[in-house]
């Protein structure tokens, strides 16, 4: 089969992630920090080895402050939850934001009645400086950018904002979903404040960790309150990191797996990485150009992007397309709405929805081809 929707999971996953995870629950998968035998000391290890590659890989200034949660959405909610709101506080964040991001604001506006901007794209990486800078209050108390947008494969220039934002005390949170194991990102120097993504993309790993890495002088509320393996005698939440922020057990095969999905990456090289999925994303948009009735949303041009291309044909279903794809070729893609629905409103794309095609590290050129051939066939059979 040809899977093109690695925006929404990886897949496959490299062959040393499952092998390590059957190796944690057959081996040693005890609960890693509530006991002190060989076996929980064991999980403990490969716990707090994926912490400090985590580190190596995204610059954070500890690996205490390095958080496991079940998903990039569980990781946002901690960041997003875990800030005090007073009533009054004003938010800055793009129109790109998923619903990870978009639903805890639109909550805290509710509860806690803050304020909330999304801004529009900037047409270059100056522009968007200079809307977030155009933005900024002394209200303001955090600035949310998604990296990557998993419409439309656009990327946001957020070692920029980072730099904008030193002047200011607003703090910086980062939704790295599509770009973490794509793009190089670095805490220290990007000035990012709170850093949140999935094990399950671009970092090879298995679905149920999430991760979110915090620097040294963020206070964060834990969303979760409940048992930490340490301090147990204190009716209190401890304030320890990371255990505070990590009450209940953790997922000792899953991130085992995250592990061997992280040195797979390194050992292709990032660079390698979004070069490919960038080549197969240009490949793709010369050839739906060439279709007739194909709109292409999103950045068309020679720009930098993901390997994320959104399009729809006018006239057909993109459910039906993806039906047939899936059906008949053997095609994976997703239609529909993704789970951003600014985005769609920005590119007027809500009624019909968009086809997304989403490349990683493992697809080629001649899957894109037959992927062509395939929408060429489709648009054919159904239209004339
Ligand atoms: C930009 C972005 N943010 C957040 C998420 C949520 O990720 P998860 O499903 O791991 O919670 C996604 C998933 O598609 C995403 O693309």
Request: glycine share 8%; with cysteine; hydrophobic share 40%.
């Amino acid at each position: 089969m040809i899977y093109f929707d690695q925006a929404a999971s990886s897949f496959p996953k490299p062959t040393t992630v499952a092998l390590a995870m059957t190796e944690a629950v057959n081996e040693y998968a005890a609960n890693p920090g509530r006991s002190g035998h060989h076996l929980a000391q064991r999980a403990n290890k490969v716990i707090e080895e994926t912490r400090k590659k985590l580190q190596k890989m995204f610059r954070n200034e500890s690996t205490n402050r390095i958080i496991f949660s079940l998903n990039a959405t569980t990781a946002l909610n901690q960041a997003i939850e875990g800030i005090s709101w007073e009533s009054g506080d004003h938010v800055i964040a793009t129109s790109f934001e998923h619903n990870s991001v978009r639903r805890p604001l639109e909550r805290l506006k509710l509860e806690k009645e803050i304020e909330v901007d999304y801004v529009r794209p900037g047409e270059n990486e100056s522009e968007w400086t200079s809307i977030i800078s155009r933005k900024l209050t002394e209200k303001t108390k955090l600035v949310m950018v998604t990296h990557g947008s998993n419409v439309t494969g656009e990327i946001i220039p957020i070692d920029l904002i980072g730099k904008l934002l030193k002047k200011h005390k607003a703090m910086y949170c980062v939704d790295a979903s599509q770009t973490a194991g794509v793009l190089p990102i670095n805490m220290t120097e990007m000035n990012i404040d709170l850093l949140a993504f999935p094990g399950h993309k671009g970092l090879m790993g298995p679905q149920g960790v999430g991760v979110l890495l915090v620097k040294n002088h963020v206070t964060l509320r834990p969303i979760s309150v409940g048992g930490t393996g340490s301090y147990s005698e204190d009716r209190k939440q401890p304030k320890v990191w990371p255990e505070g922020w990590e009450s209940g057990t953790l997922n000792t095969p899953g991130i085992a797996g995250l592990l061997k999905g992280m040195e797979e990456v390194e050992k292709k090289g990032l660079s390698k990485i979004f070069e490919h999925e960038k080549m197969l994303a240009f490949r793709t948009i010369n050839g739906l150009t060439k279709v007739e009735g194909v709109r292409i949303i999103g950045p068309k041009g020679e720009e930098d992007r993901l390997g994320v291309v959104a399009f729809f044909i006018e006239g057909i279903d993109g459910q039906e397309i993806a039906m047939i794809l899936d059906q008949h070729y053997d095609i994976a893609v997703r239609a529909g709405l993704h789970c951003a629905p600014m985005t769609h409103d920005l590119y007027e794309t809500t009624d019909k929805g968009v086809i997304r095609v989403s490349f990683g590290l493992y697809n080629t050129e001649s899957e894109v081809d037959k992927f062509l051939v395939a929408i060429n066939e489709i648009r054919d059979g159904l239209l004339e």
